[in-house]
């Protein structure tokens, strides 16, 4: 059996994790726990390009609270 994930024809969910995470998802395949579908249901390409489009910042975001308390910190020291 192919890999679904690797389906060019296939269609495609887009979810997305608590941590602001995206992926891929075949429509056949159960959401996983811990994961939400976002956007459009469609081509592997069209999915893609949504994702392209709307997740512009790849760090989780407890990283991004991290980074940003650690900044508050730093101005409070200054």
Same mark, same amino acid.
């Given at each position: 059996?192919?890999?679904?994930?690797?389906?060019?024809? +296939?269609?495609?969910? $887009?979810?997305?994790?608590?941590? +602001?995470?995206?992926?891929?998802?075949?429509?056949? $395949?159960?959401?996983?726990? %811990?994961?939400?579908?976002? %956007?459009?249901? +469609?081509? &592997?390409?069209?999915?893609?390009?949504?994702?392209?489009?709307?997740?512009?910042?790849? /760090?989780? &975001?407890?990283?991004? /609270?991290?980074?940003?308390?650690?900044? /508050?910190? /730093?101005?409070?020291?200054?």
């Amino acid at each position: 059996m192919a890999n679904p994930f690797d389906d060019e024809n +296939g269609t495609f969910l $887009i979810l997305v994790n608590e941590e +602001g995470q995206h992926s891929l998802w075949p429509d056949f $395949i159960d959401v996983p726990p %811990g994961w939400e579908q976002v %956007g459009p249901t +469609g081509s &592997k390409a069209l999915c893609s390009a949504w994702i392209d489009e709307n997740w512009t910042d790849m /760090r989780p &975001k407890s990283l991004i /609270r991290q980074m940003e308390e650690d900044e /508050r910190q /730093r101005q409070a020291n200054d």
